[in-house]
């Protein structure tokens, strides 16, 4: 096997544009399971992770900018603020994992059960990649392509992600045998955003990939709007409305059986997470506005 330890970007992208099959590694925290159990033989790898143009967070009030090296270490302390994105950093493996373990490795991962998936879809954020001579941007959802399968082409790197700041509350959470170093059985995200009064409720872990609920978003926003909760932080929510949302993000998954869970069992439980992440972004909003 060959071994590239490039300095920086420009260099990383020249040895990808000569050698397609060189297998970027960072973190390793998935890719070093394939290598282990012998899932994987590449001819090559290349060692990203001292790339400083891939460890950069970036934010202005257009975009936001997270580099495909940001560690979930460095995700939970740049965005403590942002529930979702702290919460469902917090659920990645242990804290040794999590000093390791990229974003950019779960991107590349691509699996329907990536905790960060679900976030970043609830986020609307677009992928860059980057080739020799010029990059491009796709959304999350073109980027998925399938269970475990996404859109890189085979000279490219991922770069990192970016989003649209959004203002208000969120909410992640994830059902396993335990919270963290755990593959989730069902994974759910919540996004209000208060500027746009928009929903945004993504799921991970029941469908071939990450998915954005749309009937259920629309719901859920002509409820907060019917209860005013848009501009009350203590509104009351009408549980038959309540229980609607449930009905619609449960018909909206299509999960499977296997060894962790019954596709029944996914489905219940992505109803009780949508309604838990719902009060959850209240609770959030509340409390931050004194009440």
Known sequence: MDVFIPEGLEEALEIKSRRPDCVPIAGGTDLMVELNFGRRHP?????????????????????????????????IERFASVAAVAGASRTVGSPQIR??????????????AGDALPV??????????G????????????????PKANALDPDELILGVSWRPT?????FSKVGTRNAMVIAVASLCLVLDEARRSVRIAAGSVAPTVIRLPAAEEATRD????ADAWDDPDAVLDETKLAEIRGLVQAGVSPIDD???????????????????????????????GA
């Open 43 to 75: 001819g090559a790898m290349m060692d990203i992770s001292r790339i400083a143009d891939l460890r950069g967070v970036r934010a202005d009030d257009d975009a936001i900018f997270v580099g495909a090296g940001v560690t979930y270490t460095t995700l």
């Open 259 to 289: 060894h962790r869970a019954t596709a029944a069992y996914r489905r219940h439980t992505c109803g009780v997470l949508v309604e838990r992440a719902l009060r959850w972004a209240l609770e959030e909003r509340s409390a931050g506005s």
């Open 120 to 129: 970043l879809a609830c986020l609307d954020a677009e992928v860059i990649l």
């Open 167 to 171: 203002s208000g509350p969120s909410a």
């Open 131 to 146: 080739r020799k001579g010029g990059t491009r941007n796709l959304p999350w959802h073109a980027f998925l392509t399938g």
């Open 223 to 226: 409820l907060l709007d019917a």
């Open 99 to 112: 000093n390791r373990a990229t974003i950019g490795g779960n991107l590349a991962t691509a699996s329907p």
